[in-house]
């Protein structure tokens, strides 16, 4: 078997829906706020982040792949 590595760095900006979404579905479900308050729960988190800076998402991506000879 021939193993070869490769390393990606992605970069991007995002809004507060898609980074909230994000924090969603990092929580396990059973910690999760109910339904009815994750409106209050998100604007708590938006309330706690920089206003005059952009939300970035970096990304680091290691691969190992082996292929067959």
Same mark, same amino acid.
């Given at each position: 078997?021939? +193993? $070869?590595?490769?390393? @990606?760095?992605? !970069?991007? $900006?995002?809004?507060?829906?898609?980074?909230?979404?994000?924090?969603? $579905? @990092?929580?396990?479900?059973?910690?999760?706020?109910? #339904?009815?308050?994750? @409106?209050?729960? @998100?604007?708590?988190?938006? !309330? $706690?982040? #920089?206003?005059? !800076?952009?939300?970035?998402? !970096?990304?680091? +991506?290691?691969?190992?792949?082996?292929?067959?000879?």
């Amino acid at each position: 078997m021939e +193993v $070869s590595t490769g390393e @990606a760095a992605i !970069q991007d $900006s995002v809004d507060f829906d898609r980074l909230i979404g994000g924090i969603y $579905s @990092a929580i396990p479900e059973d910690e999760l706020p109910a #339904p009815e308050g994750r @409106a209050a729960f @998100a604007e708590h988190i938006r !309330q $706690s982040l #920089p206003t005059d !800076q952009p939300f970035t998402e !970096q990304v680091r +991506v290691s691969a190992f792949i082996g292929l067959p000879r």
